[in-house]
């Protein structure tokens, strides 16, 4: 499995709701990250984690808030969004995001279409 | 803040080489140098990375100039498929990780 996989494709919310971004992989990278990318702009870093730990957070709000339970896993729990944040959500993993075994190629997901109404 | 400067365009013709450039001046000695392209905002997908020699895989050639300063990425023979937003990316590191920040990108348009 040479994938990360984010689901859902698309998703609606409203600034009240509260939603998760979920992404995952099998290859066996202990690093993870998420980037927002706006239209026409290129990808944004938010979070890094290293070893299912936040290794680093591009000052993002807090209304994004980044978890990874595993490490094949890393969710990205919304809450109370705003109109702006609207924009496609993309994961991507690496071996390691330090040392010699980062210097190979990180892999992105299809990522997540988040509006939010 | 990105470390690189790309034309924001590009053309070439189907079955020719196109030659993207990128400038990235203030590299530092330890600092890879990444390409990666995006397709009708899909994800982006890897195509090439180096230090400071020359690579050639399957996709693409990345041609790294000797004091580091710029690179090429050369696509051999470009199809209509290569069409897409190219972006040249200098890793860098913070703290105790590499972090991938992408710069504005070329994009390419690969005429019949």
């Known amino acids: 499995d040479t994938e990360v996989t984010q689901t859902p494709k698309h998703l609606v919310m409203g600034m009240t709701n509260k939603k998760s971004l979920k992404c995952e992989q099998h290859m066996g990278h202990r690093a993870m990250y998420w980037y927002k990318q706006k239209a026409k702009k290129p990808p944004e870093l938010m979070f890094v984690?290293?070893?299912?730990?936040?290794?680093i957070n591009e000052s993002v709000p807090s209304r994004f808030s980044p978890e990874c339970p595993n490490s094949s896993l890393l969710n990205l729990h919304l809450h109370a969004l705003q109109p702006e944040d609207s924009a496609l959500y993309l994961c991507?993993?690496?071996?390691?995001?330090?040392?010699?075994?980062?210097?190979?190629?990180?892999?992105f997901g299809s990522g997540t279409r988040l509006t939010v109404v | 803040d990105a470390k690189t400067t790309q034309p924001p365009s590009m053309d070439c013709a189907e079955g020719r080489a196109a030659n993207l450039p990128c400038n990235h001046s203030?590299?530092?000695?330890?600092?890879?140098v990444y390409w990666y392209r995006q397709i009708h905002s899909q994800g982006p997908q890897y195509i090439i990375h180096g230090l400071k020699n020359n690579e050639t895989n399957e996709m693409a050639s990345l041609i790294i100039t000797e004091d580091r300063k710029s690179s090429t990425l050369i696509l051999p023979h470009a199809t209509l498929r290569d069409t897409a937003v190219y972006y040249c990316i200098v890793r860098v590191a913070e703290d105790s990780s590499y972090k991938l920040i992408f710069g504005s990108g070329t994009r390419l348009l690969v005429r019949p």
């Open positions: 991507a993993s690496s071996q390691a995001a330090t040392g010699a075994i980062a210097n190979y190629g990180y892999t």
């Open positions: 203030t590299i530092s000695g330890n600092e890879y």
């Open positions: 984690y290293s070893y299912e730990k936040l290794s």
